[in-house]
């Protein structure tokens, strides 16, 4: 079976700060990651995936994910926040053996102060 | 249409009423998928499609839930008899094909209240 899991619930970041939001993954086969942020009332917008080929992948607004097999991660990092980052970011996972359903973390929630 | 739509935006049920909310997939896109958000932030598939034929529904709860995508129609997600616990927001996704990695598009949700 498939899970992520996301280690921190809140963070608080200044705006112009950096930001890296964890993600640890279980999944017996090559995974598929995706990063997707929700905004308060909205539906999830894909930030960025990993399926195959280069484990640094760039997404929208500025942000990557590196995967690393090796520690089951894919964190994702933007260099420098802005104020509209402000949003509850979820990892997921997902794979064609699995029916392509999509297994999310517990989500967390990025708080970016002035 | 270039995104999913989802209808009702939101929808209030006294407990034991019926509940129904409806997906319109992006045009041409052959999958279509259900996912519960529950309040703590945690989704749960319920089921999926691959055009009308179901195509995975191992998380649909098997009493009360039900759905159906019929031809030139949105797809549907019905919850007969809600129950307090079914509050949630319900979203739908949906991909042109099922490949590798395919990318889920969301729909903005029906958030379903059951007073």
């Known amino acids: 079976a498939q899970s992520v899991t996301q280690p921190d619930i809140h963070i608080t970041v200044s705006e112009g700060a950096s930001l890296e939001l964890r993600c640890n993954y279980s999944?017996?086969?090559?995974?598929?990651l995706f990063w997707y942020v929700q905004s308060p009332g909205q539906g999830l917008q894909l930030l960025l995936k990993?399926?195959?080929?280069?484990?640094l992948v760039q997404g929208i607004k500025g942000f990557e994910a590196e995967f690393k097999r090796s520690q089951s991660s894919f964190n994702l990092r933007k260099p420098s926040v802005h104020w509209s980052d402000a949003a509850e970011y979820f990892c997921?996972?997902?794979?064609?053996?699995?029916?392509?359903?999509?297994?999310f973390g517990g989500g967390t929630r990025v708080l970016v102060k002035p | 249409g270039e995104e999913v739509a989802q209808t009702p935006k939101h929808l209030v049920r006294g407990e034991g009423q019926k509940a129904k909310l409806y997906c319109a997939p992006i045009?041409?896109?052959?999958?279509v998928f259900w996912y519960q958000q529950v309040l703590k932030n945690e989704f749960k598939f319920l089921i999926s499609?691959?055009?009308?034929?179901?195509?995975?529904e191992t998380g649909m709860p098997k009493e009360r839930f039900s759905a159906k995508c019929l031809p030139n129609s949105p797809c549907s997600l019905e919850i007969q008899a809600t129950k307090l616990e079914d509050s949630a927001v319900y979203f739908c996704?949906?991909?042109?094909?099922f490949g590798a990695g395919e990318t889920q598009y969301f729909g903005p949700g029906t958030r379903l209240l059951v007073l």
């Open positions: 996704a949906s991909t042109p094909s």
């Open positions: 999944y017996g086969a090559t995974p598929y």
């Open positions: 990993y399926f195959s080929g280069d484990t």
């Open positions: 997921a996972v997902g794979a064609p053996a699995a029916g392509n359903k999509l297994t």
């Open positions: 045009k041409g896109h052959s999958y």
């Open positions: 499609f691959q055009n009308e034929n179901v195509f995975d």
